[in-house]
């Protein structure tokens, strides 16, 4: 782990211990493994509440103000953190906001035959796959101008289905055969069983 995440972890802490907002710039992957500013490079400014460690990862959970919800945020894509004079806000929507929630939006890919599957998304996703797999585990390849591939090794299991339909119509997919086979079969037994619940 880099020293700035150690840094930004601190800074969360402080501003916690202080009751303060802290004001960064939040970062996301491109389809060229570069971190790129969200909105545009404008300042987030929030109101830290917890931070917890998940998927090898930190995050920040916080209220976000404008939009009155309670959010989570990778500290090591915040960058320029400061801590601001101004008083936190949303302890009330903190309280009831499940912690429990966060963790069970994330998969464990175990369980499951090992195989290397192939699948094809639109650019715009590729940060997702970069956050999921590690930049240094996984290359894209041009489909088209707004599509790549991407080889990875995954414990084929419903848990790995499951994240996969979760992304939507972006991401597809496509090889090898038995496991698009396999994908479609979980599809159709997932509809099933909705339809016999409701």
């Not at 493994?33 to 490079?41: A, F, M, Q, S, W």
């Not at 931070?51 to 976000?64: C, S």
């Not at 956050?131 to 585990?137: L, N, P, V």
Request: hydrophobic share 35%; charged share 30%; net charge neutral.
């Amino acid at each position: 782990m880099n020293e700035s995440v150690f840094y930004n972890v601190d800074e969360v802490y402080n501003a916690i211990n202080d009751n303060k907002k802290i004001r960064f710039k939040y970062y996301k992957w491109d389809i060229n493994k570069k971190l790129v500013p969200r909105r545009n490079g404008d300042w987030f400014i929030l109101s830290p509440w917890a931070l917890t460690w998940m998927d090898e990862n930190y995050y920040m959970v916080a209220f976000d103000e404008w939009d009155g919800k309670i959010k989570s945020y990778r500290i090591d894509k915040m960058m320029r953190i400061s801590i601001t004079d101004e008083a936190r806000a949303g302890k009330k929507e903190f309280k009831e906001y499940d912690m429990a929630k966060l963790s069970k939006s994330t998969f464990s890919m175990y369980g499951g035959p090992k195989k290397r599957v192939t699948i094809q998304l639109d650019n715009s996703m590729c940060g997702v796959f970069l956050d999921r797999f590690g930049k240094d585990d996984i290359s894209f390849r041009p489909v088209d101008d707004i599509h790549s591939e991407i080889s990875v090794e995954v414990n084929v299991s419903p848990q790995f289905f499951a994240w996969i339909f979760g992304l939507g119509t972006k991401v597809k997919i496509v090889g090898p055969e038995d496991v698009v086979k396999e994908l479609k079969d979980y599809g159709k037994a997932f509809l099933e069983n909705y339809k016999e619940l409701n």
